[in-house]
């Protein structure tokens, strides 16, 4: 099966910048497209970026110019370098892949755990 693992969230002031990671593991076929979320509390869960196979991205209004995405195939990684980071930007940030195991099963999503990010003073 398919497993997501997060890393380099954390506590950091406003200005400041985190880069997260995203690597995927498994019996993975092909990945069409790999992309982060957000979730503050009380608010629903919001696309920041996405990046598909061809290394077209798209990314939330709140985000660009800010945000930048980008993935090394040959490891099945993408990340998240965010810049310039608000206190607004706090939320817990899933990575989200859209690829297909070996074998008969359709392409799917699939989800990380979540990292959390804090930007206070």
């Known amino acids: 099966q398919v497993q997501l693992v997060e890393s380099g969230g954390g506590l950091v002031q406003p200005g400041g910048s985190l880069r997260l990671s995203c690597s995927a593991s498994?019996?993975?076929?092909?990945?069409?497209?790999m992309g982060w979320y957000r979730q503050a509390p009380g608010k629903q869960r919001e696309l920041v970026g996405v990046?598909?196979?061809?290394?077209?991205?798209n990314y939330a209004d709140s985000v660009k110019g800010r945000f930048t995405i980008s993935r090394d195939n040959a490891k099945n990684t993408v990340y998240l370098q965010m810049n310039s980071l608000k206190p607004e930007d706090t939320a817990v940030y899933y990575c989200?892949?859209?690829?297909?195991?070996?074998?008969?099963?359709?392409?799917?999503?699939?989800w990380g755990q979540g990292t959390q990010v804090t930007v206070s003073s």
């Open positions: 498994g019996t993975i076929f092909s990945i069409y497209a």
């Open positions: 990046i598909v196979s061809g290394g077209n991205t």
């Open positions: 989200n892949t859209y690829l297909k195991i070996t074998g008969a099963t359709p392409p799917a999503n699939y």
